[in-house]
């Protein structure tokens, strides 16, 4: 089957660095998108790793290695506004192999305080 | 260009009851895959639909079943609601070989 894993809760303070850990089981596998949930709102795409290595998109970065089934997301020059939850998942092909579907992590609720 | 839209925002249902919800995906957007999200938790994965058919399946019984239009808008029907039911139900939209989904703000489906 597939599973992600990624901590509950994270805090840290304005302006820090802070990084969101990702580790997953699956079959298929084709990448690792991040998503931004802020209470009761939609999940917004931060970004997608297909391959290992670095995808850096203005104060955020992913990272994926394929080898280790594990990726993170950084946040840099945290602001008040980015206080959301985070969800790892999984692009794969399923159980029945056509297209390709997302399966999410629990998610990380961030708490970034002054 | 117009997101992906769901409705109706809220809704409260008895038990037993049957439901619809429904979704226009963003335009360009021929995939739309449903997900419902219980509190506190990540979404997941009911089903999704392309060319009009379901093409895959998440663990949701039959009482969970989808239609997809020509014009790519979608539905989602629940039959027999449980108060196990209520959450919030999301729909996204994307391109077939793309990898970046789009949400709608979704569906708060209550059932008491």
């Known amino acids: 089957g597939q599973s992600l894993e990624q901590p509950s809760e994270v805090t840290a303070v304005e302006g820090a660095i802070v990084q969101i850990n990702c580790t997953y089981q699956t079959s298929g596998f084709y990448g690792l998108s991040w998503y931004q949930q802020h209470d009761g709102g939609a999940p917004t795409f931060l970004s997608y790793?297909?391959?290992?290595g670095l995808e850096e998109t203005g104060r955020f970065s992913s990272f994926l290695s394929r080898s280790d089934s594990y990726g993170y997301l950084l946040l840099q020059e945290l602001q008040m506004k980015d206080s959301a939850s985070y969800f790892c998942a999984v692009r794969d092909r399923g159980l029945t192999g056509g297209g390709n579907k997302l399966t999410f992590g629990t998610g990380t609720q961030l708490k970034v305080e002054l | 260009d117009a997101g992906v839209t769901q409705s109706p925002t809220h809704l409260i249902k008895t038990r037993g009851q049957q439901v619809t919800l429904r979704c226009s995906p963003k335009s360009g957007h021929d995939t739309v895959s449903w997900y419902q999200q219980a509190l506190g938790q990540g979404p997941q994965f009911i089903f999704q639909?392309?060319?009009?058919?379901?093409?895959q399946r998440g663990n949701f019984p039959d009482r969970f079943s989808g239609h997809q239009f020509p014009n790519y808008s979608s539905e989602l029907n629940v039959n027999a609601l449980l108060l196990g039911d209520s959450a919030l139900y999301l729909c996204a939209s994307s391109w077939d070989r793309g990898y970046g989904y789009t949400f709608g703000s979704g569906t708060r489906l209550t059932v008491v």
């Open positions: 790793n297909a391959l290992d």
């Open positions: 639909y392309y060319e009009e058919e379901e093409r």
